[in-house]
């Protein structure tokens, strides 16, 4: 364990089921933290339909879950690409909290994936103001409260495979996640005076609700039905498995922790030694 007792973090896009976020805020309760979930909550137009997003009443049964392992949590809905909103979501943590010392960027979509000679101006811009523009607008706010407090802070990004190599239909998603990297870069260069840590871990094929949608895309894509494609992912992947949510989980808790003092400015690769760069 690591040692995170009564740190407040605060996980962007926490609120679906089987998804990482869910995995990150159940392991920083069992580390002892106090804890923010939040997410969207609600369906907004056909980009963030239902079946994509975390709705109130996961939102709700995953901050009961973590109460289950004794922490605090408030629960707490934002989309991320809302400037009010990023504020909000700060200014209502320190609220209930007093403070914040974790913010782990991790919502995202991925399930917009279009040819690129006709890939839509509208999924672009989804992709790149919830993967990229969300993590900076809360980056920013949390840095500010960080930097108020005086006592230093992580800010985890969690970023893709896609954040280190190309991948065809995701034009946005890989220029959101490459630019991800960038900012956690940049950010940790800036912040690291004010002992704010800045990492990215950057995960690969994990069935979560989004990484099941992706399988089936790139199945159909490749003319496979979906449990050769799974085989042919599990071949290539020199620990001959797949992700864990909880992979990824293990990964954050060790970068927020005074394990990681001297760590920042890193893009982690969790991807049983798929991706090595
Ligand atoms: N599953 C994988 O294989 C995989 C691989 C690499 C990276 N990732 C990244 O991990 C993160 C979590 O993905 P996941 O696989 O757990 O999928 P997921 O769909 O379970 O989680 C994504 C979360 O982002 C939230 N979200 C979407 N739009 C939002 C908005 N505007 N404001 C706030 N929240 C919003 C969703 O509601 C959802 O809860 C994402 O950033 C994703 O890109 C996943």
Redo the contacts with the bound molecule.
């Keep these: 364990m690591y040692q995170l007792n009564n740190k407040v973090a605060i996980v962007?896009?926490?609120?679906?089921?089987?998804?990482?976020?869910?995995?990150i805020v159940l392991r920083l309760a069992a580390e002892g933290c106090r804890l923010v979930v939040?997410?969207?909550g609600q369906p907004?137009g056909n980009e963030?339909a239902a079946e994509?997003?975390?709705?109130s009443e996961?939102v709700q049964d995953i901050a009961n879950s973590c109460r289950a392992l004794g922490a605090e949590v408030l629960t707490i809905s934002?989309?991320?690409?809302?400037d009010i909103?990023c504020q909000r979501l700060i200014f209502a943590t320190v609220e209930k909290f007093g403070r914040v010392d974790i913010l782990v960027?991790?919502?995202?979509?991925?399930?917009l994936m279009e040819p690129f000679t006709e890939f839509k101006e509208s999924s672009w811009d989804?992709v790149l103001?919830?993967?990229l523009k969300?993590a900076f607008l809360c980056s920013k706010y949390a840095a500010n409260q960080m930097i108020q407090q005086g006592t230093g802070g992580s800010i985890v990004n969690?970023?893709?495979?896609?954040a280190k190599s190309g991948f065809p239909f995701a034009a946005a998603?890989t220029a959101s996640?490459h630019g991800l990297v960038g900012l956690t870069r940049s950010n940790a260069v800036e912040l690291g005076k004010h002992k704010i840590r800045v990492n990215a871990v950057?995960?690969?094929?994990?069935?979560?609700?989004?990484?099941h949608?992706?399988n089936i895309f790139f199945s159909e894509k490749m003319g496979m039905d979906y449990a050769t494609y799974m085989q042919s992912i599990v071949k290539k992947n020199p620990l001959g498995r797949?992700?864990l949510?909880e992979d990824?989980a293990k990964a954050v808790a060790f970068l927020c922790s005074e394990e990681a003092a001297y760590i920042t400015g890193e893009a982690m690769n969790v991807s049983g030694g798929e991706e090595y760069h």
């Design positions: 962007t896009g926490s609120g679906r089921r089987k998804g990482i976020g869910e995995a939040s997410d969207l907004k963030f994509h997003i975390g709705v996961e934002c989309d991320v690409r809302d909103e960027n991790n919502a995202g979509v991925g399930y989804a103001d919830v993967n969300g969690i970023a893709s495979q896609a998603y996640k950057c995960p690969n094929h994990i069935t979560t609700g989004l990484g949608w992706q797949t992700g949510t990824i």
